[in-house]
């Protein structure tokens, strides 16, 4: 099994910053997710894909977070980190942490296998 544990989170005022980490750990038959993202779910509204990284390195963000949040993938600790720069209240959500088989899994939440339990960030204008 993949377990996946998030921190970071919290509140902070429009235009502030946070950092969001997921520790990935586990495998299934020895093989290990090949996409790892972040996915958050606003108040009332679907869960979304925001970032992800695939297993050759490459990254892709949802047009909302683009040139605002940055995803890392720290091979060596097993951890995937979020950036949130310029926040805006339209981010307050719950974000969790998500690891798929696909190669690809930014593009809807039913590409993902295994979830985080999630941390909120609430952002005040």
């Known amino acids: 099994q993949v377990q996946l544990v998030e921190s970071g989170g919290g509140s902070v005022q429009a235009g502030g910053s946070l950092r969001l980490s997921c520790s990935v750990s586990?495998?299934?038959?020895?093989?290990?997710?090949?996409?790892v993202a972040w996915f958050r779910q606003p108040p009332g509204k679907e869960r979304e894909g925001v970032a992800s990284?695939?297993?050759?390195?490459?990254?892709a963000y949802a047009d909302a977070v683009k040139g605002r949040f940055t995803v890392a993938k720290d091979n060596a600790e097993d951890t995937l980190d979020l950036q949130l720069d310029n926040l805006k209240p339209e981010d307050t959500a719950m974000y969790y942490c998500?690891?798929?088989?696909?190669?690809?899994?930014?593009?809807?939440?039913?590409?993902?296998?295994?979830w985080g339990q999630g941390t909120q960030v609430t952002v005040s204008s």
């Open positions: 998500a690891a798929s088989w696909s190669t690809s899994c930014l593009g809807s939440s039913t590409l993902i296998n295994f």
């Open positions: 586990g495998s299934v038959r020895g093989s290990r997710p090949n996409c």
């Open positions: 990284i695939g297993r050759d390195g490459s990254t």
